[in-house]
T-cell receptor
Framework: DAKTTQPTSMDCAEGRAANLPCNHS???????VYWYRQIHSQGPQYIIH???NNETNEMASLIITEDRKSSTLILPHATLRDTAVYYC????????????FGKGTRLSVIA | ETGVTQSPTHLIKTRGQQVTLRCSSQ?????VSWYQQALGQGPQFIFQ???????GRGNFPPRFSGLQFPNYSSELNVNALELDDSALYLC???????????FGPGTRLTVT
């Protein structure tokens, strides 16, 4: 499994964009990059995933570098409810492998 | 569409006892995965069930076992509880080759 490196913690002012980086330099060509988040005392929540193109949905944008060795999750207008631990997870395109969670990045959105 | 539910929310057990945790999967999902999350750590994969059969297992001893029922709901059983089994237990449902897993709120188990 590809290893990931994420900052332990980050702060972001409410209303500003939150940019969460992830290094996944050993990712293989048949692995997506997935992002989940876990709000305190809740189960993890799927955010977005991508293979090599940038992706956007109603929650976030995902920017993947051309060499696929790193990615950035962007929350365009962070709110207090976005305070959570964010996990970057490489996952086989077969879609039938378990999620391997690291320690993630604890994002604190500050009023 | 009903989300993933888990019961109980919390429970306290004594070392050596056995426990059963329950999970109802999201409507239409045929696969259930269980994860253990120790305090301050990310969730760790225990096992996955698909059509009532175990379909993959993480690095957990045999005293962790499971069941999946025809309606795709699932149970996690842990025998001979140890203090280190204290954790949040999460279940997640999905389609077998689906890309998103939908997690329940978890069961907080405390072993004393």
């Amino acid at each position: 499994d590809a290893k990931t490196t994420q900052p332990t913690s980050m702060d972001c002012a409410e209303g500003r964009a939150a940019n969460l980086p992830c290094n996944h330099s050993t990712i293989s060509g048949n692995e997506y990059v997935y992002w989940y988040r876990q709000i305190h005392s809740q189960g993890p929540q799927y955010i977005i995933h991508g293979l090599k193109n940038n992706e956007t949905n109603e929650m976030a944008s995902l920017i993947i570098t051309e060499d696929r060795k790193s990615s950035t999750l962007i929350l365009p207008h962070a709110t207090l409810r976005d305070t959570a631990v964010y996990y970057c997870i490489p996952l086989s395109i077969s879609g039938n492998t378990p999620l391997v969670f690291g320690k993630g990045t604890r994002l604190s959105v500050i009023a | 569409e009903t989300g993933v539910t888990q019961s109980p929310t919390h429970l306290i057990k004594t070392r050596g006892q056995q426990v059963t945790l329950r999970c109802s999967s999201q409507s239409g999902h045929n696969t259930v995965s269980w994860y253990q999350q120790a305090l301050g750590q990310g969730p760790q994969f225990i096992f996955q069930y698909y059509r009532e059969e175990e379909n993959g297992r993480g690095n957990f001893p045999p005293r962790f076992s499971g069941l999946q029922f025809p309606n795709y709901s699932s149970e996690l059983n842990v025998n001979a509880l140890e203090l280190d089994d204290s954790a949040l237990y999460l279940c997640a449902s999905s389609h077998l080759h689906g890309y998103e897993q939908y997690f329940g709120p978890g069961t907080r188990l405390t072993v004393t």
